[in-house]
């Protein structure tokens, strides 16, 4: 990951099982200047940090089977490009992380993230599972 950054033109990056060795992922030394989709799938990656400036032109983030990940960074929703986050359910405490994501992209004003947990939007899938993500 040290190397991939430094690729200028880079809008598209989709990390699949061994493509990313470790547990940790710490990008708040790296700017992906021009990353537009990040995609992390299958991977055994538990803490991942970031600074507000890793991803400046991030539009959608895809988590899919990170089961292991604590949460998403929540530098990551402060991206101003950022449309959508889309995961999966197999780590609660991700679910956890994007409410808190969505609450702070609310009460800063910004309505527009749209935030979807195995295809639903956020909203709806809290309802339909109350009381286990609400703790």
Known sequence: ?????????LEVLKL???AFM????DACEQQFRQLKLL???SLDIKHWEASTTSFPC???????????LEEIP???????TLELIEIDSWSKSVVKSV????QEQHDAGNEELKI????????????????????
Not at 74 to 80: K, R, Y
Request: proline share 2%; glycine share 8%.
């Open 1 to 9: 990951m040290s190397i991939i950054h430094l690729l200028p033109n």
């Open 16 to 18: 699949y099982r061994d």
């Open 22 to 25: 470790g547990t940790q992922w």
């Open 39 to 41: 995609t992390l799938e």
């Open 58 to 68: 991030l539009k959608k983030l895809s988590l899919w089977d990170c089961g292991y």
């Open 74 to 80: 929540l530098e990551i929703g402060e991206t101003a």
């Open 99 to 102: 409410k808190r994501i969505q």
């Open 116 to 135: 979807t947990i195995d295809g639903m939007e956020l909203s709806l899938y809290l309802s339909r599972h109350e009381g286990s993500e609400s703790e």
